[in-house]
């Protein structure tokens, strides 16, 4: 007989699959395709102090990455309060 946990959380190659990681997968697989057909140069307006030129791209990149990194330190700082 299995329970619930088990039926929410399978192992693929000794990794744990759950839907938050499916989710995860999908969505970083569709920001790695909207990063990659957008290669066009596009000007950027820094505060109105100066302007630049930049690969769309790159500038997707960055911005994928930093949203990447204030979720990783959200988490970190969640799992920090709940151990207190």
């Not at 995860?24 to 057909?37: E, G, H, K, N």
């Not at 000007?43 to 630049?52: E, S």
Request: hydrophobic letters at 55%; a positive charge; aromatic letters at 8%.
């Amino acid at each position: 007989m299995t329970t619930n946990k088990d039926a929410a959380e399978r192992r693929i190659g000794g990794v744990r699959v759950t839907f938050g990681r499916i989710v995860l997968a999908v969505v970083t697989i569709l920001a790695v395709w909207f990063i990659l057909i957008n290669r066009s140069t596009v000007k950027i307006h820094l505060w109105g102090i100066t302007t630049l030129n930049a690969k769309m791209w790159l500038v997707l990149l960055i911005m994928l990455l930093a949203g990447c990194l204030i979720g990783t330190l959200s988490y970190m700082r969640r799992q920090a309060r709940r151990r207190r």
